[in-house]
């Protein structure tokens, strides 16, 4: 559709309903590829998505290039593909509901028992992190398990230029 642009008052149109296709085919596309590749070596696989990845680069430059008058460096194109994996976000927020859930239980139980009066004053302090921190730590790496992406080889990348000048 970009190559429809005939005068100025067509470019906003134009670029407009180019984006909503390239947003379209990233949500839709892309992403399902990058959740279909998570925890596999990518480059086993490059080949299967090669040529489909060379002609997002072009279609993705050329409309760059034409809204901003540059051509769209290596590092954009990588985070175009990078992802929160929503799947494993939510059974991320789902543990931690039943951990805090269960420790609240655990928490009323020594309370009710007055067996251990250091858990009681652990849990006055930081009621949503608990004593050693531990649910933190647990965050912090599975932050990295909710991010997915396409691998973008450099060398996909310049033949997705080179389709674009021809």
Known sequence: CLHRIKSEEDKATVLGEAECRLMDMKVKLWYYLARELKGEDHYQFIRAYSAGLQEWV????FYHYLAFDKLIV??????ELIFEDKKAKRKMHKAIDEEKSDKKESTVEKEEGNDNEAAKECDEESPDKGCTGEMLEENDSNLANIMISVTVPQSEYILGLADLTG
């Open 58 to 61: 072009e279609a993705l430059s």
């Open 74 to 79: 290596f590092e954009e194109v990588e985070k």
